[in-house]
């Protein structure tokens, strides 16, 4: 069953949409933020009920923030999920007065490797992966049915970790060829080619 397909038929009674057939590496829409202070709590448009690494999700800032940030997502139940640091890269570095600021779209992605939401851009307030080293390829096609296509990343030295960030048609995933100082590998087990975007980390 495809994101898009429960999406269609989630008002079927016959159909459960819960958060263990639910296709985490979608983009997850949240609305405004709420929460005081520094902290940015999120309702997902998508009910989920725990974490999932690459998860990512989007929202209207409620407020400006003036130090560290904090986010939590708000469970189905309406419970709070465990609150998670949000970091510039994944050296966990903290954000700063202003990072955030009101009124502009955020995304983030949970990282399970630091157990944090990495912030990957602020709509108007620039793309912090861009600070922390990190790079974005965009445009790569991958055929439908392939296994470890090389993709040379640039970056001098094997990445810490790399993610897809945008994609466009196919199932691209991770390769089982190790990545390299120059490339990492990306496999495609969809019946229908890709176009996806790449965010690698030294």
């Known amino acids: 069953m495809t994101f898009g397909e429960q999406i269609e038929h989630r008002d ?6 819960i958060a263990r057939n639910f296709d985490y590496s979608a983009v997850i829409w949240c609305g405004t933020s709420q929460g005081s202070s520094n902290d940015y709590d999120l309702v997902p448009s998508v009910p989920i009920n725990s974490y999932k690494d690459g998860t990512r999700f989007v929202f209207l800032a ?3 923030c003036s130090g560290a940030v904090t986010a939590s997502v708000i469970g189905p139940t309406g419970a709070q999920l465990t609150t998670k640091d949000v970091v510039k890269n994944v050296s966990s ?3 700063v007065s202003g990072d955030i600021k009101i009124n502009t779209v955020v995304t983030l992605m949970y990282v399970q490797s630091i157990d944090a939401l990495l912030l990957l851009s602020v709509a108007g307030g620039g793309a912090w992966w861009a600070a922390a080293g990190g790079k974005l390829i965009t445009g790569i096609s991958v055929p439908a049915n392939t296994l470890n296509q090389a993709q040379a990343h640039g970056l001098g030295s094997t990445p810490s970790l790399w993610w897809t960030v945008l994609e466009q048609g196919g199932k691209v995933e991770h ?10 590998y990306l496999s495609n087990r ?3 080619a890709a176009t996806v975007s790449v965010l690698v980390f030294p």
Do not use: Q, R, V, Y
């Open 12 to 17: 079927d009674p016959g159909l459960k949409l």
């Open 62 to 64: 409620d407020k400006t």
């Open 93 to 95: 570095l903290a954000l």
């Open 175 to 184: 390769g089982t060829t190790a990545m390299s100082s120059t490339n990492i």
């Open 190 to 192: 969809g019946t229908t």
